[in-house]
C-alpha cells in the first residue's frame, strides 16, 4: 500500500453524528451564555495591542469574582444553618477558583512596562481599587473597612450592595456564632458586635479554636471549617502578593491609577490576617 494514495484523514469522522446545525427556533450555545454581550463587552481605547489583554484579564477575573461571592453566600448561609458539609464544597471551589485568579498575574506579566505605558493614560482615575465585587468579597471574607465603601457612594445600587456585604457578619463571624452554638467558650463580645468594624483578635477566640484542635477526631467538622478558612485566606494572601509583584514589574513604584500609592500600598495589604486566631493557634498547638 503507498501511503500517498492512502492520506490519513485530517480532524473527527462526523459520519453518523447527528448534530443540529438549525438555530432559527431554538436556544444555540451563544444564545445561552449572551455570547454577543460578552464577547462586545471589550472595547479598547487606544490602538495599542496590549491593551485588550488588560480588559480580559479584567473582565475574566469579575466573573470568576462573582461566581466566589456566589459561593461565599452560599457558604455563609450553610454555617448559619450549620450544615457544614455542603459549605465545605462551597468553600472548596472558590478556593480552586482562587487559584485561577492568581494564575490570571501570569498572564498579565506578559505585559511590558513599555506596552503598558502606550495605554495607561487612557484609564484616567479607573482602577482595580474600585472593584465593587472584589470589595464584596473582601468583607464578606472578613476583612471589613468601612473606608473603603465611600469609593461607592457615586453609584447608589451597587453602595447599597456593597453596605449589606460590610454590615453582615463575615463567614468568620457566622463560623466563632457556629463555634458557641456548640458550646464552645467564644466571648459574647464577638458574637454581638457592630460586624462593620474591623475584626480585631482575641485569645479567648484562640483557646475556643485550640480545643477543636486538640481532639480533632470528635471536633472534625469543625477542624475541617478551620482549615477551610485558612485554605481561603492563604490564597488570598498570593493573590494579592501575585498581584503586587506584577505592579511592580510593570509600573515600577509609579502611583496608582486610583490614587493609591501603588506598589507600597498593595505590600501594606499582605500584613492583613482576616482570620488571625487560626494562624496564632498553630502556635499554641
Known sequence: ????????????????????CDF??????ADYLHLNTLLSAQKPLTEHHDETL?????????????????E?????????????????????RVARVQVNLIQSWEILSTMTPFDYSNFRSALGKS????????????????????????????????????????????????SLALLARRGFPVPDDKLHRDFAESYVADSRVTEAWRLVYKDVEKHWDLYELAE??????YRFHL??????????????????????????????ALSLRFYPELWDVRTEI
Not at 484523514?9 to 448534530?19: H, P, T, V
Not at 432559527?24 to 450555545?29: A, D, I, L, N
Not at 488588560?54 to 456566589?70: D, G, P, R, T, Y
Request: charged share 25%; net charge positive.
Open 228 to 233: 477551610k478558612l485558612v485554605d481561603l485566606e
Open 72 to 92: 461565599i453566600a452560599a457558604a455563609i448561609r450553610q454555617i448559619r444553618e450549620g450544615d457544614l458539609g455542603i459549605a465545605f464544597k462551597m468553600m472548596a
Open 127 to 174: 482602577s482595580g481599587f474600585q472593584s465593587h465585587q472584589y470589595r464584596m468579597l473582601e468583607f464578606r471574607l472578613g476583612n471589613k473597612n468601612r473606608d473603603m465603601a465611600r469609593v461607592f457612594e457615586s453609584h447608589p445600587e451597587i453602595a447599597k450592595e456593597v453596605r449589606a456585604a460590610l454590615n453582615e457578619p463575615s463567614i468568620y463571624d457566622e
Open 24 to 29: 432559527r427556533k431554538e436556544m444555540s450555545y
Open 1 to 20: 500500500t503507498h501511503p500517498e494514495k492512502n492520506p490519513a484523514k485530517s480532524g473527527i469522522d462526523l459520519a453518523g453524528e447527528n448534530f443540529h
Open 54 to 70: 488588560f480588559i480580559v484579564i479584567h473582565q475574566a477575573s469579575e466573573l470568576w469574582i462573582k461566581l466566589c461571592l456566589h
Open 239 to 268: 493573590w494579592r502578593f501575585s498581584h503586587m509583584k506584577t505592579v511592580e514589574r510593570i509600573i515600577g513604584a509609579k502611583p496608582g491609577t486610583g490614587g493609591t500609592s501603588g506598589v507600597s500600598y498593595l505590600q501594606k
